[in-house]
């Protein structure tokens, strides 16, 4: 039971921690439409996040289960003791966050941004794609539905790949910049956790290791057809040092100061709500 | 009560909810009702309470976004409805699966949403793809501008012919 929490707090961790960076560029799009675009997909993954936290603070409850780092979650009257949405959003410390470390990394440029939004959505749409015939009937429901927004994501963001890849020598290199940045993030997303090797298992997870052929297919499509060959002048599943530790609460230097802005309102003003 | 006397006046009970259910709209498109939009799903009647209440029902609703905005103030607005009706024994359940989709949408909302100037979704996914009409001018002569628009259910579309910008409500 605690291995299928800890798998569906790392899929809604993954979303909340990239909607948190890309509501950052809320009201500072490169123009009003994109901006727009950004701050849709952003809701589209709060939306998503917000169903799989209410069905871990479900699992939580019914069993009775004490995270152990989990502080209190909020004292309301009726509510003592049982944990929910935002708790598990607003109170839970860094190293209980699941996230993949590709979901943390700054925002930087436009470019950049673009690209982590492209390597996170092609994830997310062949994990769901199978996460739809999940034994378990929650998380199989809540990829049925969040399948049909993630296929606008992957459009829209492989379509801005290849604007920028194929479109001046700055863009292009702002987006080989970004790749530079960023590649040795993806590796993580194909193995496995503790909890992800349980719960595959089980049925309940797809199995993140044969997603990467796919992956690394639509990817390269896309690069391709943006004119970008690999920056690391060779092969580019053996010249970069991939970074892992997120899905096991090991993060990068930044996360923290993300999540204490992300966390500060609950932390100062215990409960405040509107 | 023979069962059957029951079982009539049960149906009559469902009926005028589902016509109270009709008057509760959209806030973010006001001129679709939530039965035009297809996120009530059903409406059923629940067992006798324990402390021999009056029988009770339940109302399924569905989102049509993962993040839709609208799903909380639609979930008050039958709330607030029903109670305004003397109804209180009912609970409002939300449910994600099987997922929502513009095909539940009826062809009376479609009609509704063109004449305030949304084109209405065009497509489903078993048909193919028709293009999409300006709701002004009624020209295939569109052009998308962007997948994403004013809300998560709607894309921004411009007509070539009239040159008025326009929202589409997309296929889902
Ligand atoms: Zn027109």
């Known amino acids: ?274 | 009560m023979p069962t059957q006397l029951q079982n009539t006046k049960e149906k009559k009970e469902l009926t005028a909810i589902w016509q109270l259910l009709n008057e509760v709209c959209d806030p973010e498109v006001p001129v679709l009702t939530i039965l035009d939009l297809g996120i009530v799903r059903d409406v059923r009647s629940l067992p006798q309470g324990k402390q021999g209440n009056e029988e009770g029902f339940e109302i399924i609703i569905t989102p049509t976004y993962s993040g839709c905005p609208a799903m909380d103030a639609i979930s008050i607005d039958i709330r607030f409805m029903l109670l305004e009706k003397g109804y209180k024994n009912f609970k409002i359940t939300t449910v994600l699966s099987p997922a929502w989709t513009t095909d539940w949408m009826t062809e009376e909302g479609k009609e509704k949403l063109k004449t305030y100037g949304i084109a209405p979704p065009s497509h489903s996914e078993k048909k193919g793809e028709i293009a999409v009409h300006c709701p002004q001018c009624n020209s295939v002569n569109t052009k998308l501008l962007s997948q994403f628009g004013s809300t998560a259910c709607k894309a921004l579309y411009q007509c070539q012919d009239c040159k008025e910008p326009f929202d589409h409500f997309k296929c889902h």
């Open chain 1, 1 to 274: 039971m605690n291995q299928l929490i800890y798998y569906t707090l790392h899929l809604a961790d993954n979303n909340l921690i990239l909607t948190q960076r890309n509501a950052a560029w809320c009201g500072h799009g490169p123009i009003l439409e994109q901006d727009i675009a950004i701050t849709n997909i952003t809701l589209d993954l709060i939306g998503q996040s917000r169903n799989l936290y209410q069905y871990a603070a479900k699992l939580i409850n019914e069993k009775n289960i004490k995270l152990v780092e989990t502080e209190t979650p909020f004292s309301l009257e009726n509510e003592v003791n049982e944990v929910n949405e935002d708790s598990l959003a607003y109170l839970r410390t860094e190293r209980e966050f699941k996230n993949l470390l590709l979901a943390e990394q700054p925002n930087g440029d436009w470019a950049q941004t673009i690209l982590k939004q492209f390597f996170y959505s092609v994830y997310q749409y062949l994990l769901y794609e199978k996460m739809q015939y999940s034994k378990d009937e929650q998380l199989a429901g809540i990829a049925a539905k969040a399948i049909k927004e993630v296929k606008y994501h992957v459009t829209w963001s492989s379509e801005w790949v290849i604007r920028l890849g194929d479109g001046t020598a700055e863009s292009k290199a702002k987006m080989e910049k970004a790749i530079k940045e960023l590649w040795r993030y993806t590796g993580e997303m194909f193995v496995p956790a503790d909890y992800e090797t349980a719960m595959i298992a089980a049925a309940v997870a797809p199995d993140v290791a044969l997603l990467k052929g796919e992956w690394m297919k639509k990817v390269m499509e896309v690069f391709s057809e943006a004119t970008i060959s690999s920056p690391f002048g060779g092969d580019w599943n053996e010249t970069v040092f991939m970074q892992t530790g997120g899905k096991n609460g090991i993060h990068t230097e930044q996360f923290g100061y993300m999540l204490t802005e992300l966390q500060y309102l609950q932390r100062t003003y215990p409960g405040a709500a509107w």
